[in-house]
């Protein structure tokens, strides 16, 4: 059974410009959230969607948006980047959230 | 808000020999999840246990355990048996039943001695 797949693994952007990353769920799952870790900050809530509805949203500026398409892939994209976006992005689905979530192993995002 | 703390930033234990991280939270509900996830240096974020709040019993997997103390807000987990795999950075996790969201402590790196 594949496992959450998150694309790309590394990316290098300059500030100012916009990003987009892709997470592909376990399969059935139909539930996905987005975090963002860093350092300083730890693991924050971004977002989470469950068939295609946003159902919660972390305390994050409006550059920061996503999606989930009726295969319940999902994407973040993130806008005007900034220098402290840089980050490592964690998605994580679940086919029931009280049992825990499974997680990709993230994409490494640098803003230079 | 919920929050989740580990005050332990870094723990080290000698292979084979058993080692509790500690986590407590705090919070205002009476219905909850708890988790302990382990994140090597793959990046990828790895579940090692759940706990729901409303069962008393300690939950176990394998060589991982919690000591689950509601009334005192402490979720601990005791790793017996060491292993070197079990190197990595583990963090402790809270989920209201009726949220959407982990809240995450800001984690224990275990280093494992041979």
């Known amino acids: 059974k594949a496992g959450v797949t998150q694309t790309p693994r590394y990316l290098i952007k300059t500030r100012g410009q916009q990003v987009t990353l892709s997470c592909s769920p376990i399969s059935g799952h139909r539930s996905v959230s987005w975090y963002q870790q860093t350092p300083g900050q730890g693991l924050q809530f971004l977002f989470e969607y469950f068939s295609e509805t946003q159902r919660n949203k972390g305390n994050f500026p409006g550059r920061f948006s996503g999606r989930q398409f009726s295969n319940s892939r999902s994407e973040m994209n993130v806008s005007t980047l900034e220098l402290g976006d840089s980050a490592l992005y964690l998605c994580?689905?679940?086919?029931?959230?009280?049992?825990?979530?499974?997680f990709g192993s993230g994409t490494r995002l640098t803003v230079v | 808000a919920q929050t989740v703390t580990q005050s332990q930033p870094e723990m080290s234990v000698q292979e084979a020999e058993t080692v509790t991280l500690s986590c407590t939270y705090d919070t205002s509900e009476s219905d909850y999840y708890l988790f302990w996830y382990k994140q090597p240096p793959s990046r990828q974020m790895i579940l090692v246990i759940r706990q729901e709040a409303y069962k008393q019993q300690n939950a176990t997997e394998n060589r991982f355990s919690v000591n689950f103390q509601k009334a005192a807000k402490s979720f601990s987990l005791k790793i017996s048996d060491s292993q070197l795999g079990d190197a990595a950075m583990y963090f402790c996790a809270y989920r209201s039943a009726y949220g959407n969201k982990l809240v995450f402590g800001a984690g224990t790196i275990l280093r494992v001695k041979s």
């Open positions: 994580a689905s679940s086919l029931t959230p009280n049992y825990g979530y499974t």
